[in-house]
C-alpha cells in the first residue's frame, strides 16, 4: 500500500468518548501534519512534527492530542470533544517541512 | 470585522530577483500567522508565527511577525522559476473554528 492512509474513514463519537485517529505515510517523508476542515471552510494547521519531533502547535486546544511514535505514524487521540469539533480531519506528510503535502483521504468526524 | 489583506494581488519578477510579499491583519483574539506556497492543490505549509520580531527562515525563504504594527512580510531571496506559486496568508484567532485567508500574491518567477 502507498501514499498516505488514515483510519477510520468516519467516526461518530459522543461527547464523553475517546477516540484516536490514524495516520499512516508509506512515502519514506520526514514531516507529518494534522488539518481540521470544517464544513465550507479552508483547511486549518493544527500540529506539525518533523522527525517525530512536533514543531507547530497551532495553539489546539488540549482536547486533541497528537502522538508521532516515529516517522510514518501519526495519532490524533480525541477526549470530551464539543459538537463544534465535527469536521474533516486531514493528515498529510512531506519529504521535508516547506516540501509538497500529499494528503490522506480524511476522517469525517461527527460529535453528538 | 476581521480581515486578512496581502500586497501585491499578483508579481513578475525575474530568477535570482528578491521579492517580499505582505499580509497585513485585522483582527480580534489573534492566535497566530501563517504562510502556504499553492502550486496547484492543497497549499503546503511555510511558516507559523506567532511572536513578534522573531524571524523565521527556511532556506531562500523568510518571514516575520510584528503584532504591533498588525503585518507579516515572506521574503524569497534569489528567486526560481520553481518559486512560482500563489502564497497564501493565513490568520487564526483563539476561538478554535475561526481563521481567516488572504486572497493570495500570485508570484511569477520568469528566467
Known amino acids: 500500500e502507498t501514499g498516505v492512509t488514515q483510519t477510520p474513514r468516519h467516526l461518530v463519537m459522543g461527547m464523553t468518548n475517546k477516540k484516536s485517529l490514524k495516520c499512516e505515510q508509506h512515502l519514506g517523508h520526514n514531516a507529518m501534519y494534522w488539518y481540521k476542515q470544517s464544513a465550507k471552510k479552508p483547511l486549518e494547521l493544527m500540529f506539525v512534527?518533523?522527525?517525530?519531533?512536533?514543531?507547530e502547535n497551532n495553539s489546539v486546544p488540549s482536547r486533541f492530542s497528537p502522538e508521532c511514535p516515529n516517522s510514518s505514524h501519526l495519532f490524533l487521540h480525541l477526549h470530551t470533544l464539543q459538537p463544534e469539533d465535527s469536521a474533516l480531519y486531514l493528515c498529510?506528510?512531506?519529504?521535508?517541512?516547506?516540501?509538497?503535502?500529499?494528503f490522506g483521504p480524511g476522517t469525517r468526524l461527527t460529535v453528538t | 470585522e476581521d480581515k486578512v489583506v496581502q500586497s501585491p494581488l499578483s508579481l513578475v519578477v525575474h530568477e535570482g530577483d528578491t521579492v517580499t510579499l505582505n499580509c497585513s491583519y485585522e483582527v480580534t483574539n489573534f492566535r497566530s500567522l501563517l504562510w502556504y506556497k499553492q502550486e496547484k492543490k492543497a497549499p503546503t505549509f511555510l511558516f507559523m508565527l506567532t511572536s513578534s520580531g522573531i524571524e523565521k527562515k527556511s532556506g531562500r525563504l523568510s518571514s516575520i511577525l510584528d503584532k504591533k504594527e498588525l503585518f507579516s512580510i515572506l521574503n524569497i531571496t534569489a528567486t526560481q522559476t520553481g518559486d512560482s506559486a500563489v502564497y497564501l496568508c493565513a490568520v487564526g484567532l483563539y476561538n478554535f473554528n475561526k481563521f481567516y485567508f488572504g486572497s493570495g500574491t500570485k508570484l511569477n518567477v520568469k528566467p
Open positions: 498529510a506528510s512531506s519529504q521535508d517541512l516547506g516540501s509538497s503535502e500529499y
Open positions: 512534527y518533523n522527525f517525530k519531533e512536533q514543531t
